[in-house]
């Protein structure tokens, strides 16, 4: 793959942590800096989909959506309508636990036929950490004008391919917004 960029979805307040999801803190940092982390040994591309200051002490750019209210696909037609890459891995910002591994093996088995790579296990598709081709524009906006915001429904419907992890691999790519999925994630790691 050439070039790709990050984008990481940070709207939305956790309403069980009261704060922004992508600034909890875990292991004594906020989620998103656990985020970056990860993304640094494959980029320097990094861009952040917020409409909020919280984010402005990372010295990353931030974008705010184009349409507003339009959910995660809303913040992915944003990323796509910013990028200058053909390619882009769009994250959400809840996943505190991705690796740079796993990140690694989504871009490498992405393939350009496919407009959208996304893991998935027995249980559930993630696909709010996925390889999200630019060409894909035109069906996202088309599904946001006639408001089917379900990413997986938008899914069914283009071009994409589906990395199969194992169940045991879900826990790293799984969101957290809860404080008991919080004391999980710390008392499951330490």
Same mark, same amino acid.
């Given at each position: 793959?050439?070039?790709?960029?990050?984008?990481?979805?940070?709207?939305?307040?956790?309403?069980?942590?009261?704060?922004d999801?992508?600034?909890?803190?875990?292991?004594g940092?906020?989620?998103?800096?656990?985020?970056?982390?990860?993304?640094?040994?494959?980029?320097?591309?990094?861009?952040?989909?917020?409409?909020?200051?919280?984010?402005?002490?990372?010295?990353?750019?931030?974008?705010?959506?184009?349409?507003?209210?339009?959910?995660?696909?809303?913040?992915?037609?944003?990323?796509l309508?910013?990028?200058?890459?053909?390619?882009?891995?769009?994250? @959400?910002?809840?996943? =505190?636990l991705?690796?740079?591994?796993?990140?690694?093996?989504?871009?490498?088995?992405?393939?350009?036929?496919?407009?959208?790579?996304? !893991?998935?296990?027995? @249980?559930?598709?993630?696909?709010?950490?996925?390889?999200?081709?630019?060409?894909?524009?035109?069906?996202?906006?088309?599904?946001?004008?006639s408001?089917?915001?379900?990413?997986?429904?938008?899914?069914?419907?283009? =071009?994409?391919?589906?990395?199969?992890?194992?169940?045991?691999?879900?826990?790293?790519?799984?969101?957290?917004?809860?404080?008991?999925?919080?004391?999980? !994630?710390?008392?499951n790691?330490?």
């Amino acid at each position: 793959m050439k070039a790709l960029t990050v984008f990481i979805l940070c709207g939305g307040k956790s309403s069980d942590l009261q704060s922004d999801k992508g600034l909890v803190l875990f292991q004594g940092k906020p989620f998103i800096e656990h985020i970056i982390q990860a993304v640094l040994p494959l980029t320097q591309k990094i861009k952040l989909v917020t409409t909020t200051s919280e984010y402005d002490y990372l010295a990353y750019k931030k974008i705010p959506d184009i349409i507003t209210d339009k959910g995660p696909l809303g913040g992915i037609y944003t990323a796509l309508m910013h990028s200058k890459t053909e390619f882009n891995l769009i994250l @959400s910002c809840d996943i =505190p636990l991705i690796s740079t591994e796993l990140l690694s093996e989504l871009i490498s088995k992405h393939t350009d036929e496919a407009g959208v790579t996304v !893991f998935a296990s027995a @249980s559930k598709i993630h696909s709010l950490i996925g390889i999200y081709s630019k060409k894909m524009l035109p069906l996202i906006k088309e599904a946001i004008d006639s408001d089917q915001l379900k990413v997986t429904d938008l899914l069914a419907k283009i =071009p994409h391919q589906v990395i199969t992890i194992e169940e045991s691999e879900n826990f790293h790519l799984t969101n957290s917004s809860s404080a008991d999925e919080l004391n999980d !994630f710390n008392i499951n790691i330490s």
